[in-house]
């Protein structure tokens, strides 16, 4: 008998529901329970595909090939569990299929309104495909008064009214924020969200609050009582140190307990959480550091890059190190020496990313650590980079660079047009449209023997996740091999360079995937393992 938990948020934006929803799962999990996470996003485009990266944050890919909330990838991370492309929808998905079977004539001539025809849509999305799992938690994206999210705050009231009894449940996430003045926490806001979610008939049963210190009796209480909750399921959600804390801290202050007993599932068993005891223990009594450059254009947001740091954070997990982050904005590099910035640290990392500002940045800091022998990991655009820095330097290519940036006599990087998914050959043109048309989700690749992405994978034979439109052009291949560059990963035809490394150097190293989106803190990817080990031995030598 599948369990619905609906996780709303409340008074401002922010306040991690997604993070909030992954660390319940975790503890549901952590009880025997099987458990699946979905997201329902209120904005109008279709996905984040197209979103940028300053606005929106990170896009996270799933292996079916979804670009999907980064939400998805906490629940990944905490759960382990693959998110697939039936756990995210947006209104613009919701409104996109409706609007076509419209105008096929699915409705047989009716007024399409939304109610009932949105919110049936979202129904119909939150109980597909669950009668394999005992809990289904939900996250609604955005604030409760938000007015593009009504449709979705009025679909979860539906569901409570037409689930079997005690089915489902509503945690409501708020924020207690302090007031120096006063000397106390205030409990108003919440209370005012409360109503909120009242007035739209939705009466939580959890509250989980954010807050920075210890909730006194009194308002607990208080919150209690004009909230209409029990004493007991007003759970504190205080600021902690890392957030694979957080599972920790909601199983201290009886997250899991209130849950299971709102469900008529008390259980005296207590959760299996030796591995979240172990992955905090090491985030906080790391056995030495090391420092990081993350050369990006997406800096200013640190959300653009979220499953690239928590995979930096899972390298020093496993190398039971803390790893320090040096952001540093590529477009810099363009006006000044990449040297008095880059010396000293211990590993440089050029991440994804799109279009041709700090492309030429981004070439600069690859070839610092190619020079310096720094470790170097080039991810996506960042192995591109690295392979056009290489056709310049070691090939003699001098004009070498990517169509991407418009015309070019050597297009050593150029448009991805056609390539095999499956059985299926895909096709794409550069005036086509941009959402949804990469090269998206799991690939498999072929290494080489002998390489060293080989002996870290510990196998030839992978798969990764991609999201890119643009691709290394396989006709530099002798010439940039016979340069020193190696082409250690091919697709499985042999058609499609998957990584690159320099040899004679002690880590540099190019894939065209996501390895990040796949790594989890009890499962940390091999990739970032070794990336984080070289950089220990580069910390020695500094």
Known sequence: MTRY??????VVSSLGKGLASAALGALLQARGYKVRLRKLDPYLNVDPGTMSPTQHGEVFVTDDGAETDLDLGHYERFTGVPATKAD???TGRIYLDIITKERRGDYLGATIQVIPHVTNAIKEFVLDGNDAYDFVLVEIGGTVGDIEGLPFFEAIRQLGQELPRGLCAYIHLTLLPYIPSAGELKTKPTQH?????????IQPDILLCRCDRPIPREERRKLAQFCNVRETAVIEARDVASIYDVPLSYRDEGLDREVLAHFGLESAAEPKLERWR???????NPEGEVSIAIVGKYTGLKDAYKSLIEALTHGGIANRVKVNLEWIEAEIFEREDPGPFLEGLNGILVPGGFGQRGAEGKIRAARYAREKKIPYLGICFGM??????AARSLAGIEAANSTEFGPTPEPVVGLLTEWMRGNELERRVAEGDL???MRLGSYRATLAPGSRIAEIYGGTAIAERHRHRYEVNMAYRDRLEAAGLRFAGLSPDGLLPETVEVEGHPWFIGVQFHPELKSRPFEPHPLFKS????AIVQSRLV
Do not use: H, K, Y
Not at 531 to 534: D, P
């Open 5 to 10: 938990v609906f996780i709303t948020g409340g």
């Open 88 to 90: 995210n929808i947006t």
């Open 193 to 201: 969200s409360v109503a909120e979610l009242r007035s739209i008939g």
């Open 278 to 284: 172990t992955i905090s223990e090491r985030v906080r």
């Open 384 to 389: 591109q980079m690295a392979v056009v820095e």
């Open 435 to 437: 959402g949804g048309t």
């Open 531 to 534: 990336f984080v080990e070289a």
